[in-house]
T-cell receptor, first 116, second 110 residues
Framework: DTAVSQTPKYLVTQMGNDKSIKCEQNLGHDTMYWYKQDSKKFLKIMFSYNNKELIINETVPNRFSPKSPDKAHLNLHINSLELGDSAVYFC???????????????FGPGTRLTVL | RKEVEQDPGPFNVPEGATVAFNCTYSNSASQSFFWYRQDCRKEPKLLMSVYSSGNEDGRFTAQLNRASQYISLLIRDSKLSDSATYLCAVNGDRDDKIIFGKGTRLHILP
C-alpha cells in the first residue's frame, strides 16, 4: 500500500509551459507539504497545508500555486516554467504539530522535473 | 549562522567501523529533531527521531546537546547498506516548519 504517492514520476517539458504535479496520501494525516530538492540536494520547504488551509508559504515565485481539494490531496501547478525550476519536487505528509513539536514527515517518491 | 548545518562529507568508512555525524542548529527554541536517510534518487525516509535523553535503535544512536545546539548520529558496526545521505531536520523559525540540513554523504567501503 502506497502511503504518499505522486504523479508523474518524471516530467520533461519546454520552458514557458504550464504543468501540474499531484500528490495523495492515505495515512490519515491532516498536513501536507511540497518540498523542492535542487541539483545540490538541498531540500527546501515550499508550501504546507493543514486541513486544506495554507499555513506555510515560503518565498516561492507566484508562478507556483498549490491547491488542496481535501486533506488527502495536495497538487502543485507551475506556470511559465523556467530552467531554474528543474529539480525534484517531493510531497510529504504528517500529523500537525502540537505543543511546539512537529511530527514525522512521510515523503512521496518525488517528481523529477526537467525544463528544457 | 545557517539554520541547520551539516558536514557534507563524503565520509568514506570501512565496513564494520563506527562513524559519527553532527548537525548544528541555530534556533535555541527548537523542540523537534530528526535524522532522515536518503538513498540515491529516492525520497528521504525517517531513520529516527532524536529525544532529549538520547535514544538508540539497534546500531544507531542519536544524541541531542541543547547547550551547544547540535544533534549527533552514531552508527556502529557499519554495513554496506548504510551507504546513503543522512539528513538532519529541526523545526526552525516557526514550530510547524521543519528545516533540513544539506545532508552528509556516507560511503561504506568493503
Amino acid at each position: 500500500d502506497t502511503a504518499v504517492s505522486q504523479t508523474p514520476k518524471y516530467l520533461v517539458t519546454q520552458m514557458g509551459n504550464d504543468k501540474s504535479i499531484k500528490c495523495e496520501q492515505n495515512l490519515g494525516h491532516d498536513t501536507m507539504y511540497w518540498y523542492k530538492q535542487d541539483s545540490k540536494k538541498f531540500l527546501k520547504i515550499m508550501f504546507s497545508y493543514n486541513n486544506k488551509e495554507l499555513i506555510i508559504n515560503e518565498t516561492v515565485p507566484n508562478r507556483f500555486s498549490p491547491k488542496s481539494p481535501d486533506k488527502a490531496h495536495l497538487n502543485l501547478h507551475i506556470n511559465s516554467l523556467e530552467l531554474g525550476d528543474s529539480a525534484v519536487y517531493f510531497c510529504a505528509s504528517s500529523h500537525y504539530w502540537t505543543s511546539g513539536k512537529v511530527d514525522t514527515q512521510y515523503f512521496g517518491p518525488g517528481t523529477r522535473l526537467t525544463v528544457l | 549562522r545557517k539554520e541547520v548545518e551539516q558536514d557534507p562529507g563524503p565520509f568514506n568508512v570501512p565496513e564494520g567501523a563506527t562513524v559519527a555525524f553532527n548537525c548544528t542548529y541555530s534556533n535555541s527554541a527548537s523542540q523537534s529533531f530528526f535524522w532522515y536517510r536518503q538513498d540515491c534518487r529516492k525520497e528521504p525516509k525517517l531513520l529516527m527521531s532524536v529525544y532529549s535523553s538520547g535514544n538508540e535503535d539497534g546500531r544507531f544512536t542519536a544524541q541531542l546537546n541543547r547547550a551547544s545546539q547540535y544533534i549527533s548520529l552514531l552508527i556502529r558496526d557499519s554495513k554496506l547498506s548504510d551507504s546513503a545521505t543522512y539528513l538532519c531536520a529541526v523545526n526552525g523559525d516557526r514550530d510547524d516548519k521543519i528545516i533540513f540540513g544539506k545532508g552528509t554523504r556516507l560511503h561504506i567501503l568493503p
